[in-house]
C-alpha cells in the first residue's frame, strides 16, 4: 500500500507558476512509475505528466508540454510538478498516481494509488 499526499495548489494569474508535490509513504517508493493528472469541472480526469521509475522517462500531454516539468527524488519519495505560464485552462484539481505496471503508461486504468488531490486555479 502506498499513501500519496499533493501539496502546493493554489490560485495564480495567467502566466504564473505553482509547484506541486507529492509525498508518498508505506511501501518502497522506487518501483513506481510516478503520474500526475487533472481535472477540471464536468470533465473527466486526464493525464498530464509522469515520469519512471529512475526519472529516465517522462512523458507529458500535448496541453502542457514545454510549460511542465515532471521530476521525483527518491531519496525523499517525492514527485514534483513545476507548472510556468499558467493559463486559465489548467484550472483543475490534479492528482498524484502511482503505477506498478512495469511499462510506462498514461491510462488512468494503470495507475493502482492516487492522493485526494490539490486544486489549481488560474485567473485570466
Known amino acids: 500500500q502506498v499513501q500519496l499526499v499533493e501539496s502546493g495548489g493554489g490560485l495564480v494569474q495567467a502566466g504564473g507558476s505553482l509547484r506541486l508535490s507529492c509525498a508518498a509513504s508505506?511501501?518502497?517508493?522506487?518501483?513506481?512509475?510516478m503520474g500526475w493528472f487533472r481535472q477540471a469541472p464536468g470533465k473527466e480526469r486526464e493525464f498530464v505528466a509522469l515520469?519512471?521509475?529512475?526519472?529516465?522517462?517522462?512523458q507529458y500531454a500535448d496541453s502542457v508540454q514545454g510549460r511542465f516539468t515532471i521530476s521525483r527524488d527518491n531519496t525523499k519519495n517525492a514527485v514534483y510538478l513545476q507548472m510556468n505560464n499558467l493559463k486559465p485552462e489548467d484550472t483543475a484539481d490534479y492528482y498524484c498516481?502511482?503505477?506498478?505496471?512495469?511499462?510506462?503508461?498514461?491510462?488512468?486504468?494503470?495507475?493502482?494509488?492516487w492522493g485526494l488531490g490539490t486544486q489549481v486555479t488560474v485567473s485570466s
Open positions: 508505506g511501501r518502497t517508493f522506487n518501483p513506481y512509475t
Open positions: 498516481a502511482a503505477s506498478s505496471r512495469t511499462a510506462v503508461l498514461r491510462s488512468r486504468a494503470a495507475y493502482d494509488y
Open positions: 515520469i519512471s521509475r529512475s526519472g529516465g522517462i517522462q
